[in-house]
């Protein structure tokens, strides 16, 4: 599975242990973690790695792009 990656993904409305292809971009997590926990259409969110909080992650990069690895844990944020 050298091309997939397990994360642990933290929203506001619960937490959700997936995989994803290491190319998927992080607007489709995002899109994914708005459908499983239902969250507004509308609103606006972006990823960060919890060991970098200050690195918000792009939404046309792909996860690979950050060195995400298995087990890391992504915390999805709305931006205000």
């Known amino acids: ?15 959700w242990e997936t995989t994803f292809q290491k190319s998927t971009r992080v607007k489709d997590v ?3 973690l708005k459908v499983r926990f239902r969250l507004p259409k509308d609103s606006k969110f972006t990823l960060y790695n919890q060991t970098l909080p200050e690195i918000d992650f792009e939404p ?4 690979v792009n950050y060195n995400v690895k298995d087990g890391d844990i992504l915390v999805l944020k709305e931006v205000i």
């Open 30 to 32: 995002i899109l994914a």
């Open 60 to 63: 046309d990069r792909a996860l």
């Open 1 to 15: 599975m050298a091309n997939q990656v397990t994360v642990n993904l933290k929203t506001t409305k619960g937490d």
